[in-house]
């Protein structure tokens, strides 16, 4: 048998060794493609991963810069709350020689101004929450914005203390503060103020002035500067009969009743010591006699408060006489 020779087909092993060298080539460079890839992936986890660690446990020159900024706000704020402390504690006292000094010194009501006392509502401070220092931002604000009210209410109550102490020689002229008559006069005693039993009536009701007993026709004093704001005849057997109130201003009246005779009329300015009527018996009484009253800011108080009991007859005398002189000049 005779030896074959074996036979190529040149074209067909060309294509299949360009098609083995390109899976040979295509199939490493697609894996060392993926590899790269993942090493990246990996790698910028990891990255990730330690950044985070590296955060959380140290921090970065950033983070530094913003931590002492924000320890720094901290303690500007605990300083400005020591000083807001200490400016409440001087305002209360100073709050404190208004109440219980000058204003008494001054028979002045205290300024009140409605709602300073209320806080603001919350949402004034809503731009503030949600930090993790609003607790402390907000409390400093609250605290600063109820100080300021209360300097706004303070500084009005000075600024009247300021006018009344301008005006206070005028006050003291003002203030009711001697006899309304001459208490040589006076006879069978003082009629008591506050709650008694009325010698008509027969019942309790409130004495709202003094009875000054004396005869008819002894003279009535102003016991204090001021404007006659009324005068009224009253009913002959009831009531307070023929009287004169007068209106002292920086919150005084007086009222003078019972009388005889009104020697003044509405509208006109009387000054201390001044003669205005004449005891008398009308309205309701039981005898002649002067019934007195001194009226603070709409209240009726104790007129024995208001005289000067430590002055002498003969000093009363003196002075009624100097006053008597002066109503010569104004008549």
Same mark, same amino acid.
């Given at each position: 048998?005779?030896?074959?020779?074996?036979? %190529?087909?040149?074209?067909?092993? #060309?294509?299949?060794?360009?098609?083995?060298?390109?899976?040979?080539? #295509?199939v490493p460079f697609r894996l060392r493609t993926y590899r790269l890839i993942r090493k990246i992936l990996i790698g910028f986890i990891l990255v990730s991963i330690a950044n985070v660690l590296f955060s959380y446990f140290f921090l970065t020159p950033k983070m530094l810069r913003i931590n002492r900024d924000n320890q720094e706000?901290?303690?500007?704020?605990?300083?400005?709350?020591?000083?807001?402390?200490? @400016?409440?504690?001087?305002?209360?006292?100073?709050?404190?020689?208004?109440?219980?000094?000058?204003?008494?010194? %001054?028979?002045?009501?205290?300024?009140?101004?409605?709602?300073?006392? =209320?806080?603001?509502?919350?949402?004034?401070?809503?731009?503030?929450?949600?930090?993790?220092?609003?607790?402390?931002?907000?409390?400093?604000?609250?605290?600063?914005?109820?100080?300021?009210?209360? !300097?706004?209410?303070?500084? $009005?109550?000075?600024?009247?203390?300021?006018?009344?102490?301008?005006?206070?020689?005028?006050?003291?002229? @003002?203030?009711? @503060?001697?006899?309304?008559?001459?208490?040589?006069? =006076?006879?069978?005693?003082?009629?008591? %103020?506050?709650?008694?039993?009325?010698?008509?009536?027969?019942?309790?009701?409130?004495?709202?002035?003094?009875? =000054? @007993?004396?005869?008819?026709?002894?003279?009535?004093?102003? #016991?204090?500067?001021?404007?006659?704001?009324?005068?009224?005849?009253?009913?002959?057997?009831?009531?307070?009969?023929?009287?004169?109130?007068?209106?002292?201003?920086?919150?005084?009246?007086?009222?003078?009743?019972? $009388?005889?005779?009104?020697?003044?009329?509405?509208?006109?300015?009387?000054?201390?010591?001044?003669?205005?009527?004449?005891?008398?018996?009308?309205?309701?009484?039981?005898?002649?006699? !002067?019934?007195?009253?001194?009226? $603070?800011?709409?209240?009726?108080?104790?007129?024995?408060?208001? %005289?000067?009991?430590?002055?002498?007859?003969?000093?009363?005398?003196?002075?009624?006489?100097?006053?008597?002189?002066?109503? !010569?000049?104004?008549?």
């Amino acid at each position: 048998m005779a030896h074959q020779e074996p036979t %190529f087909d040149l074209h067909q092993l #060309t294509h299949e060794v360009v098609s083995a060298t390109q899976e040979v080539v #295509t199939v490493p460079f697609r894996l060392r493609t993926y590899r790269l890839i993942r090493k990246i992936l990996i790698g910028f986890i990891l990255v990730s991963i330690a950044n985070v660690l590296f955060s959380y446990f140290f921090l970065t020159p950033k983070m530094l810069r913003i931590n002492r900024d924000n320890q720094e706000l901290v303690v500007r704020y605990r300083i400005l709350q020591d000083r807001i402390r200490t @400016a409440e504690r001087r305002l209360d006292e100073i709050r404190h020689r208004d109440l219980y000094v000058y204003r008494p010194l %001054f028979a002045a009501d205290t300024v009140s101004v409605e709602g300073v006392g =209320l806080p603001y509502p919350d949402a004034k401070y809503a731009a503030l929450a949600g930090y993790e220092y609003s607790p402390l931002m907000t409390g400093t604000w609250r605290r600063l914005d109820g100080l300021a009210r209360r !300097l706004y209410e303070t500084s $009005l109550s000075l600024d009247e203390l300021q006018q009344l102490s301008r005006n206070k020689e005028i006050m003291s002229q @003002a203030i009711p @503060a001697i006899w309304p008559i001459d208490r040589t006069k =006076l006879r069978n005693g003082i009629g008591a %103020f506050g709650m008694r039993r009325h010698p008509i009536y027969s019942s309790y009701i409130m004495h709202k002035g003094v009875d =000054l @007993a004396c005869d008819i026709g002894n003279p009535v004093y102003a #016991t204090g500067d001021g404007v006659v704001e009324r005068t009224d005849l009253g009913l002959p057997r009831k009531g307070y009969g023929k009287q004169i109130l007068l209106d002292h201003e920086f919150g005084y009246k007086t009222r003078y009743a019972h $009388l005889s005779r009104i020697l003044v009329k509405p509208g006109e300015r009387v000054v201390r010591g001044q003669k205005i009527a004449e005891v008398g018996n009308t309205g309701g009484t039981t005898g002649p006699h !002067l019934h007195y009253e001194v009226i $603070l800011r709409g209240q009726v108080v104790n007129p024995i408060n208001y %005289f000067n009991k430590d002055m002498t007859p003969a000093e009363y005398t003196r002075l009624m006489e100097e006053m008597h002189e002066t109503n !010569l000049e104004t008549y």
